[in-house]
T-cell receptor
Framework: KAGVTQTPRYLIKTRGQQVTLSCSPISGHRSVSWYQQTPGQGLQFLFEYFSETQRNKGNFPGRFSGRQFSNSRSEMNVSTLELGDSALYLC?????????????FGEGSRLTVL | DQQVKQNSPSLSVQEGRISILNCDYTNSMFDYFLWYKKYPAEGPTFLISISSIKDKNEDGRFTVFLNKSAKHLSLHIVPSQPGDSAVYFCAASNPTSGSRLTFGEGTQLTVNP
């Protein structure tokens, strides 16, 4: 069974640009959530999508957005990039996103903003 | 407001000994707790979990203990192996959070041969 696939794995952008990251969940998983990891901050929740609807949102500015398609694939977009957006962006999928909370993570997309 | 805290950024133990990783939380609504392990250049992988109705859960060399009154949980690894060297994240969820997990900052465990 294929795992969670994230593309691209690495990318470099400059301030003011925008970026789109893609995530393909495990087949059959309908919940996709996104996390930002920065040194010393652990993983910070960005948002969760379930059946193409945003079900939950973290405390990030509106520059961070996402969407989910009918095949459960998800994208997240960051507009007007800032230096502080440099981070590892992790996508995670689960069957229902239910109470057990167990998530399956991808390897992440490492974004560097110059 | 860091609702889940791992106060030790790093821990070093000898192979064969016990590793104890600690985690504290402040939100009394959390009712499910998980530990994830992360190797460099890989995504976190699920290790073990515990529901708030239990105080202990075991899976092979890994045991998680939950002390609800102290809002504290710990992960015990016995015996520790060099392959256990990784960053360990504690995470928590509440009944309404769905896939929203609140993570601690992580503890880098190094197991020396």
């Amino acid at each position: 069974k294929a795992g969670v696939t994230q593309t691209p794995r690495y990318l470099i952008k400059t301030r003011g640009q925008q970026v789109t990251l893609s995530c393909s969940p495990i087949s059959g998983h309908r919940s996709v959530s996104w996390y930002q990891q920065t040194p010393g901050q652990g993983l910070q929740f960005l948002f969760e999508y379930f059946s193409e609807t945003q079900r939950n949102k973290g405390n990030f500015p509106g520059r961070f957005s996402g969407r989910q398609f009918s095949n459960s694939r998800s994208e997240m977009n960051v507009s007007t990039l800032e230096l502080g957006d440099s981070a590892l962006y992790l996508c995670a999928s689960s069957i229902t996103g239910g109470l057990t909370g167990e998530l399956f993570f991808g390897e992440g997309s490492r974004l560097t903003v110059l | 407001d860091q609702q889940v805290k791992q106060n030790s950024p790093s821990l070093s133990v000898q192979e064969g000994r016990i590793s104890i990783l600690n985690c504290d939380y402040t939100n009394s609504m959390f009712d499910y707790f998980l530990w994830y392990k992360k190797y460099p250049a890989e995504g976190p992988t699920f290790l073990i979990s515990i529901s708030s109705i239990k105080d202990k859960n075991e899976d092979g060399r890994f045991t998680v203990f939950l002390n609800k009154s102290a809002k504290h949980l710990s992960l015990h690894i016995v015996p520790s192996q060099p392959g256990d060297s990784a960053v360990y994240f504690c995470a928590a969820s509440n009944p309404t959070s769905g896939s929203r997990l609140t993570f601690g900052e992580g503890t880098q465990l190094t197991v020396n041969p």
